[in-house]
């Protein structure tokens, strides 16, 4: 028997209260599987113990939320007898320590996540982050990280269609990699973690568990060091291919109604799958782990139990329906073995060659996992006045500046290594505001997006948490559709630092404010905490992925010119907000003063307003004014077809004008036809809109300055592939 | 007229196949299952895209040793229709069906783009249906289509116009700018000697329906589903 010493306590990442209360609930000392278990099912990453009291205020319901938080992903009403299935979630520490991989199977822990419940996954997105372009890493990181994502979600045959990408310095030493998968399952036919029928069995199946992985939940719960690479064998390895059989074999099976609960083994693998469907079922759990099929020999109960190898579920099913489910797992070459019972005695038993490893009463695991309300500090964010030194400078040298940056240039080099149409109901490609994907069987389109903000978040938390949100709804408006509700993926630094729990608590404030007003509420999410290296924190980023539904898939908007002459129309007002802005990190390479602010009033009645005239098909061309501010907007709005733009504008501060981020706005273009009906319903609902000029072909003209459209798309389109070729 | 789709473990685009083919053609489609040693009574055998097997040996290698390939490569030689996509062309090749081998794209990425691809030879019955010279706009999405063949090879398929389609830019020009993976002589799509057995990279399946906005693969089913009459 091993000997639990203090050290290898600590190295659990179980504190010295957290023993003591071990040691009182067991009345013993634990076996060394038992602290393994504890040690996973209490990390940060399993027990949200920092989190969970502000994640509770967030609204979780509405009419069209079928299930909140709390199992593997979100479930939505979409209607015609359909729901659609999401979540996001993190897998920033493994990516940083091997980038493929922990790309890889962030997707691949994703998209089970959502074909667990029953969904066929139907579109990935992703929002990752980086340091600084010159650090050293960056070009490697980002790299792996894109052809891992690739590389998994290629080969499963799911379209990856959307997300972000953004370098920046706090990410120097601790990447993001936050990857949302999107499913569509009949509203009946949802399948959840609830275990139930004593005496039932408990059948493992998919690949075989190996050593990879073991500690990853514990590992992602931890701050990095100059060490951290020494962590690479606790990154799992991820097999896309027996990924994609297990989906089509959960699928097949999922199609026999024999299934009663199942759940994926992600972070902390077997141990967590177990407790949890069994804890949510009021039931008891033994297993026997003799019977997990293993991948290497002599593998103990403490790394079958922790093991975080991929592309495995767990099932409850009926006793006499095991033949069942077993020939459809063999039809596709994938392991089944029962492994264990159901039970009425509310513990988890590990049983293992003979001897009982653990023996642990469930409610201590689950209810009995500490809940922190952290102290916190909120800071005074202060406004501050911005020096533009550039108010010389003519506008388009400026554009060709900004649309020319890491962090506004086209990300095509990106998504172009992401099987993005397979499926072949990708009606939106990659680099719009927000993707659409049709819904079989039906005349309806999903709309998804994922996006955040963290520089203003870094700035004001809670303009910035409002401000998250909104973008994503504004995201969802864009293309016409009708926003539903959000998947959240919150990424901070070290909770038990004060400041850094008051960025969370002020960003969970944010969130919630325009979550209520924009009725826009949260179904599933991931907190990913710790993310610092050598105690500097990333900036506090929330990332958005929002859902929403396209009702007709006939009319829809993108953001992309399709004519000369089409009037353009900006709608809501600007006041030329530049701290905070792109213009002022990248140009005047100033991060001072506040974000802008979001007035949920005008987001809501802007917003509405322009998807009725998508909807009414008066406009079929809408993009919202965000990072770069409204030249960029129409800019990116004129590239793809090779329609750019004549605008005259007479402003005081034009670069302010020009590249302010003020929220709640968006660019139209109206065509000649439907100008009179357009202005006469934003003067009927006091929208405020201005009419700044008209679009041309092949052309940018602003005042008296002018260029083509093919120069400034060589400079947009350009950045990475230069980027990646200059030797580093 | 039914037409067999293949389903390997790895296949991610049968039933997109199964889909067009449905909407433009009179042919339904049968999902027929790697392991079945014959072929169900069938006027077209298409071998859809995907990764088979994960890819994890060169690609299409693993494929093109299921059971149903015995029965497939006998009926492709008494001249049964076969269409291979993708990951089904590089299962052709693999299987001796087609001559050449597709090898990692030159620029060592998965690319997944709409290209535009000039018709070579219209005088067969997957082509028949569109003009020589033709330039059609078709997605590709793969890490491994560069088209390659010893110069013995390249000559007899040449001298025998078996290139059906080349990647060219909007203009219908095929240099090294239009070739999106290294492809020798910029080949997208290749036909056997007989004329029964077709291998193409582009996938014609995503460029058949609204969604895509892309219709210029139609004319393949078209083509395909007039000729068996």
Known sequence: ?728 | MKASVIVFPGSNCDRDVAVSIKKITNLDPIMVWHKETTLPKSDLVIIPGGFTFGDYLRCGSIAANSPIMIDIIKKAKKGLPILGICNGFQILTESGLLPGTLIKNDCLSFICKIVSIRVENNQTSFSNKYKKNEIINIPIAHNEGNFFADNDTLKKIEDANQIIFRYCNVNGEINNSSNPNGSIKNIAGIINENGNVLGMMPHPERATCNITKLYDGENLFKSLAESLF
């Not at chain 1, 002022?584 to 009645?605: F, M």
């Open chain 1, 1 to 728: 028997m091993t000997k639990i010493t203090k050290e290898l306590v600590k190295e659990h990442g179980i504190s010295k209260e957290e023993y003591d209360f071990i040691l009182k609930s067991l009345n013993r000392e634990p076996t060394i599987t038992e602290l393994g278990i504890f040690s996973a099912m209490w990390s940060e990453h399993c027990s949200y113990k920092s989190s969970k009291y502000w994640l509770k205020q967030l609204p979780t319901n509405s009419d069209y939320v079928i299930q909140g938080p709390g199992e593997n992903a979100g479930v939505i009403d979409i209607g015609d007898n359909y729901a659609a299935v999401f979540k996001m979630e993190s897998h920033n520490h493994p990516s940083y320590i091997e980038p493929y991989q922990g790309a890889a199977t962030g997707v691949g822990g994703i998209l089970r996540d959502i074909f667990t419940m029953g969904a066929r996954p139907v579109a990935l997105l992703n929002s990752i982050r980086f340091g600084e372009i010159s650090h050293e890493k960056t070009k490697h990181l980002l790299t792996g990280v894109v052809s891992g994502i690739g590389g998994y979600g290629n080969c499963m045959g799911i379209p990856t269609v959307g997300g972000e990408v953004e370098f920046n310095s706090s990410y120097n030493d601790n990447i993001l990699v936050n990857a949302m998968c999107v499913g569509v399952a009949k509203k009946d036919k949802i399948f959840y973690s609830k275990a139930s029928g004593v005496g039932n069995s408990v059948v493992y199946v998919g690949s075989k568990t190996g050593r990879d992985g073991i500690h990853g939940a514990t590992m992602a719960s931890a701050e990095f060091d100059d060490n951290s690479e020494d962590k690479r064998p606790t990154v799992q390895v991820g097999d896309p291919f027996s990924e994609k059989l297990l989906l089509e074999a959960c699928m097949e099976l999922m199609k026999m109604d024999i299934i009663i609960a199942i759940q994926d083994m992600g972070a902390a693998g077997l141990t967590s799958s177990a407790v949890e469907m069994a804890g949510k079922g009021n039931l008891g759990i033994e297993l026997n782990l003799d019977n997990v099929p293993c991948r290497e020999d002599k593998m103990t109960a403490y790394e079958i139990m922790l093991s975080e190898s991929q592309e495995r579920m767990l099932m409850i099913l009926e006793p006499d329906k095991e033949e069942i489910a077993k020939d459809i797992f063999e039809k596709w070459e994938l392991d089944f073995s029962v492994i264990g019972r159901l039970t009425d005695t509310k513990r988890l038993i590990i049983n293992h060659k003979k001897e009982k490893k653990a023996d642990i009463i469930l409610d201590i695991l689950e209810k009995g996992a500490p809940s922190y309300q952290r102290p916190y500090k909120t800071k005074v964010y202060k406004d501050e006045i911005l020096k533009d030194k550039f108010t010389r400078e003519k506008p388009l040298s400026i554009l060709k500046k900004m649309i020319g940056s890491p962090n506004l240039c086209s990300r095509k080099w990106v998504w172009e290594q992401y099987d993005h149409m397979v499926m072949t109901d990708t009606m939106l490609l990659p680099g719009g505001d927000a993707a659409i994907i049709r819904v079989h069987e039906t005349n309806k389109g999903l709309s998804m997006t994922a996006d955040s903000t963290p520089r203003y978040c870094a700035s004001d938390p809670f303009e910035g948490g409002k401000q998250v949100v909104a973008e994503a709804w504004r995201n969802l408006i864009s293309v016409g559709s009708q926003p539903i509700a959000i998947t959240d993926c919150m990424n901070f630094g070290n909770p038990e630092k004060k400041e850094i729990m008051g960025q969370f608590a002020g960003v969970i404030e944010g969130m919630k404010e325009a979550c209520n007003f924009l009725n826009f509420p949260v179904v599933s999410g991931n907190v990913s905490l710790y993310n610092e290296t050598n105690g500097k924190g990333i900036n506090p980023t929330p990332v958005i992925g929002g859902v929403g539904v396209v009702k007709n898939l006939s009319v829809f908007a993108d953001q992309f010119f399709k004519r000369d002459d089409d009037h353009i129309l900006i709608i809501g007002e600007t006041d030329g907000h530049l701290t905070q802005s792109i213009y002022a990190h990248e140009l005047l390479e100033c991060d001072i003063g506040l974000p802008p602010r979001v007035d949920l009033n005008k987001e809501l009645k802007n917003g509405l307003f322009v998807k009725e005239l998508i909807c009414k098909s008066l406009i079929d061309t809408v993009h919202d004014i965000s990072d770069g501010g409204l030249l960029v907007a129409i800019s990116e709005m004129s590239m793809k077809y090779n329609y750019g733009f004549d605008i005259k504008l007479k402003k005081r501060d034009l670069n302010s004008y020009l590249f302010g981020e003020d929220q709640a706005r968006y660019v139209i273009s109206v065509e000649e036809k439907n100008l009179k009906k357009v202005r006469y319903k934003l003067e009927e609902k006091g929208i405020y809109f201005e009419n700044i000029g008209k679009t041309v072909k092949d052309f940018i003209i602003l005042n008296d300055e002018q260029m083509t459209v093919k120069e400034l798309k060589n400079i947009y389109e350009n950045w990475f592939n230069n980027y990646l070729s200059e030797a580093s």
